[in-house]
């Protein structure tokens, strides 16, 4: 082959190839398809963006709902106060005198709690009682007594009695709404009981009311 056509298809090949160079770079590159695009997004989200800053819709509130929180029962039953959050009506706070008792340099007008019902309402939600009025809380059994003041409202004395309604014990009692509820504590009484009077707060001291002391107690007819 002589040099002027060899020279010749050089040309044609070098201008061929600068052809196929200019009609790719007239092409635009193609855009990421849909998938892509979905990718990216959620790498953004992943990255520390919020919804909102992205754009989309934040996430539903969770509708879970969360388990129920039982309150730790007391060790023990605490007498005299129940622990129903309904306050019962104003007939039930009624007072049924039942009984008297002579105590110290006092006489008293009591009402009687015999049975369970009434020795778990004891004085709740009272707002006042009359200074010679109070409750008297009869057991079965002579035992170590336990009270509370939960859901009572007025300071109280109370004077823990043995079988022969001989004084044991004199204690002074707060009201709930003076102390922390975590804090409520509990009055025990120092020595077996059986009996239990709840008065005023001051009774005790205004009747001198002391340890050994007998309490006189009649019991009314119906």
Same mark, same amino acid.
């Given at each position: ?77 605490? =007498?005299?106060?129940? #622990? @129903? &959050?309904? !306050?019962?009506?104003? $007939?039930?706070?009624?007072? %049924?005198?039942? /009984? ?83 804090? =409520?504590?509990?009055? #025990? @009484? &120092?020595? !077996?009981?059986?009996? $239990?009077?709840?008065?005023? %707060?001051?009774? /005790? ?18």
């Amino acid at each position: 082959m002589n040099t002027n056509r060899l020279g010749y298809l050089l040309g044609v090949l070098a201008i061929g190839a600068l052809y196929l160079i200019a009609c790719s770079n007239s092409h635009p590159t193609a855009s990421p398809t849909p998938v892509e695009t979905a990718t990216i997004v959620a790498l953004s989200i992943s990255a520390g963006a919020s919804p909102i800053e992205q754009g989309l819709h934040p996430p539903l509130a969770s509708t879970a709902v969360p388990p129920s929180i039982t309150p730790i029962p007391s060790p023990s039953v605490a =007498l005299g106060q129940s #622990t @129903s &959050a309904t !306050p019962p009506t104003p $007939a039930t706070l009624a007072a %049924a005198i039942e /009984a008297t008792g002579t105590l110290g340099s006092c006489d008293f007008r009591l009402e009687l709690a015999d049975n369970v019902a009434e020795q778990g309402l004891g004085l709740m939600y009272r707002t006042s009682m009359p200074m010679d009025q109070g409750m008297l809380f009869v057991f079965d059994l002579e035992d170590e007594l336990n009270f509370w003041m939960r859901n009572t409202l007025i300071p109280l004395d109370i004077v823990f009695f043995d079988r022969t309604l001989r004084v044991v014990d004199v204690q002074s009692m707060i009201p709930e709404h003076e102390i922390l509820p975590a804090l =409520l504590p509990f009055y #025990t @009484s &120092a020595a !077996p009981a059986k009996f $239990a009077l709840e008065v005023n %707060a001051g009774v /005790a001291s205004t009747c001198s009311i002391t340890l050994g002391d007998t309490m006189n107690l009649n019991y009314l007819s119906n």
